[in-house]
Every structure is written in C-alpha cells, then in structure tokens.
C-alpha cells in the first residue's frame, strides 16, 4: 500500500508543472499575505469611519478564529480528497467574505464578514505549503521554502504602501477588494497545471473534534476580549464561558483519543522537533499579531504620522522576514535546524526590547528597526520549523501535520489578538479613570478613535488629545511587555529543540 501510493505521487509530480503550480500557490500566499499588512494599515481609517474602538480587537480576532479552527480541518481533507479541491474552495469562500468586507456597514457586520473570509483562508497558507511540500523533493525544499517567504517581503513592501495609498486617496473598502483578482488567478493555474493521483477511500471526517475546538476557541476569546473590560473577571459570564472551554478541552482531547481520522492526530506530537516547532509558533503567532494589530494605531494616533508611514514600520518587518528566510535555507544546511532557530529566537528578544523602549519621540524610524528585528526572527524560525516537520512525515500526514503548525501559529494570533486587545482595552480605561477630570467625564475606550483621524484629532482641545494620546501611549507600553516576554518564552523553547535534524522522509 505505501508503495503503492508513493508510485501514483510519483507519477502526479512528473504530469505537474511545478513552475507554474509554485507560481499559482506564490500568488495564493501573497492574497493571504497582503492581507494581513493591508488590513492592518487600513484599521484606523475604518474604524475612524465605521466607529467602535472597543472593538477594534474583534476585526482581527473573528477572522483568526475561523482561521485557527479551519486550518486544521482543512489539512485532514487535503489527506483526504487531495490539495486542489480544498485549497480551490478556501480561495473562492475567502474571496466572498473579502467582497462583503468592502461594503460592511458598520464594525459589527465587518467583523462578520470577517469571519466568512478567515473561514476561507484556512484552507490557503496551509494547503499551499504542502503542496511545494509534495511536488518537491526533500533536497529541494528549503530552497523553496525561502521563494515562498519572499512573497511576505513583496507583500509587506505592497500592502502598507497599497493600503495607505487607498485610504488616503480612494476607499479603505478597496483593501479588500484588491483579493479577488489575485484569487481568480491562483485557481486557473492550479486547476490547469497540479495534477493529483489520490486514492479512492472512504471519508471520515472528525466533526466531532471540530464542533468541541470551535466551542473552545471561541469561548477562549470571548473571555481574553472582554474580560477586565466589558466584564469583571468574576462575573457570571466570565466563570460560565471558563467552565465551558474547560469542558469542550476535555472532550476535545477524549474524541480526538478515539476519532478513526482525528482532527488533530496526537501521534504526530511526539515528535520531540514537532512539539517544540509547534510551541514556538504558538508564542511567536502572539508576537505577531500583536505588533501588526496595535502598531498602525501608536504610529498615527501618538506619533501623528500618516497611514502611510504607520505602513511602512510594518513593511520593515516583512522585510527582514523573506531575507531571514532565504538565509535561513543555507543556514539549514551548514548549521542545522536548531542553531538557525535559536539566532531567530535571539533576533525576536532584539525586536520586542526595542518596542519596549520605544517612545512617542523615537519616532516610526525606532519603530521600523523593532519590526525588522521581529521578521529577521521569524523567517529563521518559521522556514526552519516548515522544512523539518515535511521532511519527518509522510504525503499521508504532510498536510494535517503542516496544518498543525499553521494552526498553533493562528491560535497565537487568535489568542494574542485577544489578549493584548484586552490588555489594550483595559489599560486604556484604567489611564483615563485615574486621571479623570471635568474635561474628561465622559472619555472612553472609543473616544481613541479620534486619535486615528487626522481632522478629527484637530477638533481635540489640548488637554483632551493629551490624555488620549498619553492613555494609548501607557496601554500599549503593557501590550509591548507582553510581546517581549512571549519573545522570551520562544528563545527558552527552542533551547529544547534536538541538536540537529536530517532524517528526511520521502
């Protein structure tokens, strides 16, 4: 049997044209890559039109959830039905919710919409790594592996100067109508050009672990946003939806134990390099997040600079992150997996130290450095993790086990965009509590949203605009302390990584 299938993905290789299938995968990652960096870029504008400060966090956080829960389903089909038809219904959902992104009336049906399109983009960044997973051989990988990063460098270049040019001279809504071309393309040349031999077999799919992962995720950050702020830790709402994550964990892990095809197969985790390469993407996903969320926000409403510039501290970032990558790929080979990783961990220590001392008066040069630094570590990182978890498995696990590393990489997301928007939230409210006045009663949370218009900051009387800008300066001091210390726990886990890893499966 496993002879068997190794002939017929043999065979599919040789009828693929892999130019053009890494072309169609590339021009996948950068929709789901430009996505992130001119979404980001483009936040204050929508929230300056759409309002709801309060829930700036949630924009970000409904389309990850969708993601961090799908991802892993995706994966398993793809091991199921093959890469084509799952990662060609990922691009075409994600193309639908990107088309009601751009005419959402208000924040609460974006973040809707949200979710249709982070449903969509499950199935993208996973499936399209495994597939150069598939068509290449383990030799060839790591070279590839650093193409494929380089579409976050030319994206991180494109979205931030895109998106700025957008908000400033046409519409934020184009921000996401710029996915559907891009998406159209990538499936004709899939659909055209990857050819897959998968063997017929009965389905069965674990719905069972997907329901109990979506209770769970979702109560987990339902609590992180509004805990401390909309709810007291206490409260009723807060002790139930604890309860319940609790108990949607424990069934999770007892149907994952006794699924015949389990969402997240837990043999596949006693992989000393797969345990800890999934750790590490769990703490650097909140490392992430929580610069390309919040940074926009410091840039344009303390430092006062154009969505442009705010962009631009982001590009820096994805930047350092393909060069990192393509270094990374030669770096694999003279040094191994685990020293390569451990210089990514120092350069993530680098970036959140220089967040951390990072001042209005620094200006968005400081802030870019801080960015560079954090792409520098992750393109070390994430390419190293790539190669050695693909070259450790089989094509009958490839994609569930790709997927699980996408996936532990967006729970960090999910769980950091929660958790450091509640942070931001709280600390916010807590600045402007303490230092109330007659001027400031009736100040909250979504009053920051005039900061991030440069008209309506105008209208501010000095003393207001002052507090404002100084309650988000101190709030998102906290949400870089917290960025500095994730950076720490990732360096601690990769100390743990096997000295090396060469053995490569086919």
């Known amino acids: 049997m496993e002879a068997a299938t ?3 993905n043999r065979d599919a290789k040789r009828k693929t044209k892999r130019p053009l299938v890494l072309a169609s995968v590339m021009l996948a990652m950068f929709m789901g890559a430009i996505e992130a960096t001119i979404v980001s870029t483009a936040m204050p504008a929508i929230v300056s039109d759409l309002g709801g400060f309060s829930l700036y966090s949630w924009v970000f956080s409904a389309y990850l959830l969708m993601n961090s829960i799908s ?9 199921i039905f093959g890469r084509k038809p799952v990662i060609t219904f990922g691009i075409i959902l994600f193309l639908i919710g990107s088309v009601l992104c751009g005419f ?54 494109m979205g931030p100067a895109i998106g700025g040019f957008l908000v400033q001279y046409v519409d934020w809504r184009y921000v996401f109508w710029i996915n559907v071309p891009l998406g159209i393309l990538s499936i004709i040349g899939l659909a055209f050009f990857l050819k897959e031999n998968i063997s017929s077999k009965k389905p069965s799919i674990d719905y069972g672990g997907a329901g109990m992962l979506t209770l769970l995720l979702s109560s987990l950050m339902i609590i992180l946003v509004e805990g401390g702020v909309h709810w007291p830790w206490a409260s009723g709402k807060v002790i139930a ?59 344009q409403g303390v430092m006062e600079k154009s969505a442009t510039v705010a ?19 030669r770096l694999l080979i003279k040094i191994g997996y685990r020293a390569t990783s451990l210089i990514g961990g120092v350069s993530l220590i680098v970036g959140g130290v220089l967040f951390v001392l990072m001042t209005p008066a620094a200006g968005p040069i400081w802030a870019a450095f801080g960015s560079f630094f954090v792409g520098i570590g992750m393109g070390l990182t994430s390419t190293a993790f790539i190669v050695s978890i693909q070259s450790t498995v089989s094509w009958e696990k490839r994609g569930i086990a790709t997927a699980s590393n996408m996936f532990m990489r967006n729970l960090g ?37 005039q900061l991030l218009n440069a008209s309506e900051r105008s209208k501010l009387g000095t003393g207001v605009k002052e507090l404002l800008q100084n309650s988000l300066t101190h709030a998102l001091h906290i949400v870089y302390w917290a960025v500095l210390i994730f950076a720490v726990l990732s360096l601690i886990f990769i100390l743990f990584l096997p000295k090396d890893r060469r053995r490569e499966a086919n």
Do not use: C
């Open 6 to 8: 190794y002939k017929k």
């Open 71 to 79: 991802v892993l389903i995706y994966g398993k089909l793809s091991d």
């Open 104 to 157: 959402s009336p208000d924040m609460k049906m974006l973040i809707v919409f949200r979710l249709i399109q982070g449903l969509g983009a499950g199935a993208v960044m996973p499936i399209a790594t495994t597939i150069v997973g598939d068509i290449y051989s383990p030799e060839e990988r790591a070279k590839i592996q650093g193409y494929l990063s380089s579409v976050w460098g030319i994206s991180a270049i």
């Open 241 to 299: 939806l604890s309860t319940l994550a609790v108990v949607a964990l424990l069934a999770f892990i007892w149907q994952e134990l006794r699924a015949v095809n389990p969402v997240m197969p837990f043999d596949i985790w006693k992989n000393r390099s797969i345990l800890i390469a999934n750790i590490v993407s769990l703490t650097t996903g909140v490392m992430l997040i929580g610069l390309s969320s919040f940074l926009p926000a410091f840039v």
């Open 311 to 329: 962009g631009f501290t982001l590009t820096a970032m994805s930047i350092g992150w393909p060069i990192a990558s393509t270094i990374s790929g």
């Open 413 to 449: 997301n999910t769980v950091g965009a929660a958790l450091l928007g509640g942070i931001l939230n709280k600390n916010i409210l807590d600045y402007l509590t303490a230092h109330n006045s007659d001027k400031t009663d009736q100040l909250n949370v979504d009053s920051t949203n």
